[in-house]
């Protein structure tokens, strides 16, 4: 699976992994495992590719071995980099894995990135990718068409940099609409109450709903 998939999204997914990638690398839905090629072996120690196809791993372990790095692992992980390239419209319960994935996996100050299509924001287009979803994952091996994945992402934790863009040229009116994203989680977290909330709302900072992160800031409600 993929070499297609590959010729066609390496031009975003290329540069979007060489310059973000870094450490530990959690390839999540690897397929034959493309995203070897384009690591950076100056800044990733290790290459993790999940796939549960097992017809795919033979082409994962000849480009993983070419780039370098490859490793089996079992057992509890953590890691630096999170990719997804087309992979979150098929994984099943896809908000937990998300959640879990950002939450106990990636290290705080680690990086998730992201090339999925998603649920379009044209109400037309969402309805029939909401039509098609049952017959097209049936098909294709439980992939929606209607998931709003980099939501769920932006939601999972609380991030320092959160980043979502779109594809060059690419309509918002077309069933496969492309989001990437970039998003690296926060290395403090700070909890506060309502009140500190409209104090910091006059200084800069990021808010999310309930969780204030500021940089170099410890402060504790
Ligand atoms: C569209 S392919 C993308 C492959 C690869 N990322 C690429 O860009 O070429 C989706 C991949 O997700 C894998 N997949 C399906 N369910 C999964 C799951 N529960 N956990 C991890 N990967 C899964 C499929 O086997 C398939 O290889």
Same mark, same amino acid.
């Given at each position: 699976m993929g070499d297609g998939i590959d010729e066609n999204s390496r031009d975003v997914t290329g540069p979007l992994i060489t310059q973000n990638a870094y450490g530990m690398v959690l390839d999540i839905g690897a397929g034959h495992g493309h995203t070897a090629n384009y690591l950076d072996i100056n800044r990733v120690t290790k290459y993790v590719a999940l796939e549960?196809?097992?017809?795919?791993h033979e082409e994962i372990r000849k480009i993983a071995n070419k780039a370098g790095n490859l490793i089996r692992t079992r057992g509890p992980l953590s890691v630096d980099t999170v990719v997804c390239v087309l992979s979150l419209c098929t994984v099943p319960s896809p908000e937990e894995t998300i959640n879990r994935i950002s939450n !106990?996996? *990636?290290?705080?100050g680690g990086v998730f990135l992201l090339y999925e299509h998603v649920l379009s924001p044209c109400a037309d287009v969402a309805w029939w990718q909401w039509f098609w979803s049952p017959i097209w994952s049936k098909a294709f091996?439980?992939?929606?068409?209607?998931?709003?994945t980099y939501v769920w992402v932006r939601k999972a934790t609380n991030w320092e940099v959160d980043k979502v863009w779109t594809q060059e040229?690419?309509?918002? !009116?077309? *069933?496969?609409w492309h989001q990437i994203g970039k998003f690296v989680k926060a290395t403090q977290v700070i909890l506060l109450g309502e009140f500190c909330i409209d104090f910091f709302n006059n200084y800069e900072c990021t808010i999310i709903p309930g969780i204030i992160a500021i940089n170099d800031f410890q402060l504790y409600s």
């Open positions: 549960p196809n097992t017809h795919m !106990e996996l *990636l290290n705080p091996d439980g992939c929606r068409l209607d998931r709003p040229g690419e309509p918002e !009116e077309h *069933l496969f």
